[in-house]
């Protein structure tokens, strides 16, 4: 069963909670998108903890789209985060920095943007709890599908076939069946959930489109 992520890219807190609430009992966890403005052109507002006194009803992990990802891992980790998601494009050393994540008793993930090759990354993925497979540019939410990534997500499942991999930027349904298809575990959705009008039909959906039984 594909697991259906919402994606969280919130301007305030009020935006983060209000999206927050709308998926609470939808979902088993959802992404935090984190964004400095300097690694993506866009800021979201993401206090750890300020989301930590929220008591969330559900797991979440964090999305650094962050110049210097590796220098939030500790408030993260006070605050709950159950997987923090770096990306590769962002840090020297990729399996240090998912060494990393993991002294801090997180899941550790590494993101590869659309023009990020899979065997740039090929040795540290041994370190990775989970690979995320951009099917955008990060920064905004709304962005059309780039189809690299579901070449990306079949040549990852058949070099490692235990790896969760997980899929972020464009999702939607028709996509999403074909991304299962690929091998793909986990599906990151920000605008098809948030700009539906309604989030549970909306997830009910990508879930319908990803069953392959
Ligand atoms: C990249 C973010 C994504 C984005 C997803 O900008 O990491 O999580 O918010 O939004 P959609 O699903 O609309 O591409």
């Known amino acids: 069963m594909v ?6 890219l919130a301007k305030d807190e009020k935006e983060f909670r209000r999206k927050a609430e709308s998926v609470a009992d939808l ?8 964004m400095d403005g300097a690694f993506v052109d866009n800021v979201t507002w993401a206090d750890p ?6 008591r969330l009803p559900m797991a979440f992990e964090v999305h650094l ?11 993260w980790s006070v605050a709950g985060c159950q997987r ?3 990306h590769a494009e962002a840090v020297e050393d990729v399996a240090e920095a998912l060494r990393q994540i993991k002294l801090y008793g997180m899941e550790a993930g590494v993101s590869l943007n659309p023009e990020t090759s899979v065997a740039s990354v090929e040795e540290a993925l041994a ?3 989970v690979v995320q497979v951009m ?11 780039q189809p690299v990534a579901i070449e990306k997500v079949r040549t990852l499942r058949e070099k490692f076939p235990d790896l969760v991999i997980e899929v972020d930027g464009g999702v939607a349904v028709g996509i999403a069946r074909e991304l299962a298809e690929a091998g793909a575990d986990r599906l990151v959705s920000g605008s098809a959930v948030f700009n539906s009008g309604a989030p549970a039909k909306a997830i009910d959906a990508l879930r319908a489109d990803t069953d392959l039984e």
Do not use: N, Y
Request: glycine fraction near 6%; aromatic fraction near 4%; include cysteine.
């Open 135 to 145: 099917g955008v540019h990060p920064g905004w939410m709304g962005q059309a599908f």
């Open 27 to 34: 979902c088993e966890t959802i992404q935090i998108d984190v």
């Open 3 to 8: 697991e259906i992520i919402p994606a969280i």
């Open 84 to 86: 923090a998601i770096v």
């Open 49 to 54: 903890k300020r989301i930590d006194l929220m």
């Open 65 to 75: 789209m962050v110049k210097d990802p590796l220098a939030s891992l500790d408030a």
């Open 127 to 129: 370190e990775a709890d």
